[in-house]
């Protein structure tokens, strides 16, 4: 049993309808329904490895599918006695899987939703941050409305008042800025109350407006140039401890290659690579990362294998049906010790 302050993750979470058998939207009159959404998905995760987790979100008041999405996250054990309600609706978003040359899809129906309208002070941080030793947030609640996004800077604000250690995944969604502002004006306000950031190549450019000579199409991991754009983030933001940036290699909606590396200010590491050569569902495997990296650089002893941990969760992830990543502490040291053959265990 791991005796650890809790995790506090923050965010919106969905009600999550997927076509079955990687059909497409209404193909069939069918839906599968479960929920999702990034900063859950890290509770849940963190939750699966013995990491106690609370989570923090807004969901509408007297509604049956919000009670029952609180029902789902405590069904994996995470704390949701902090869930705040309001007014607004249910978020929903649709997934078509993709298959081989077909990409994925993802529409948005979340506007109006309870944390769109949220504002700060609608969220007790000082009671949601109790007892924590970490909060983690991204950076797809700022971009759902401008009210959203002084909530997420009232969170990180309380949360370096508390003496919390603050992780933040840029995870830039250009389909969500729409209320007015940019991510590079919102961000970097953000980040400076962090301790660990989470990004890929295009999340550093588009989030910060960082620019790099890493080239984020061609997939080519080129550890002078990554290592060169850490430099540059970490040298704009003297407050972070660790910067981590993931690296997928998309050949097909089927086939990926995934790695990652990371810079905590004195060195900087490169992961080993998976070959990913059968996609069951890729969506929340940058949330595994994170939440492995956040287990690992409380529990392991070196940032190197802080960084091979969170690589292995999330490279697990991609072999599992929806958003949360059904994982314990022994499968992924499984990986990590047995180098992921796939024979049989019995």
Known sequence: MIMAKPVVTFGEIMLRLTPPHLERILQSPVFDASFGGGEANVAVLLEGLGQPARYVTVLPSHHPVADACIASLRGFGVDASHVARGSGRMGIYYLETGAN???????????????????????AWALAFEGAGWFHITGITPAISESAAALALESVQTAREMGLRISIDLNYRKNLWKWGKSAHEVMPELVKFADVVVANEEDVQKALGIQSDADVHSGKLDPAAYSALAGQVMSRFPNLKTLAITLRESYSASHNGWSACLHNGENFFVSRRYDITHIVDRVGSGDSFAGGLIYGLQHLPTHAEALEFAVAASCLKHSIPGDFARLTLDDVNGLLKNGGSGRVQR
Do not use: C, E
């Not at 040359?101 to 969220?123: F, M, N």
């Open 101 to 123: 040359q077909r990409a994925s899809k993802v529409t948005y129906d979340r506007a109006a939703s309870a944390i769109a309208l949220a504002k700060p002070g609608d969220i």
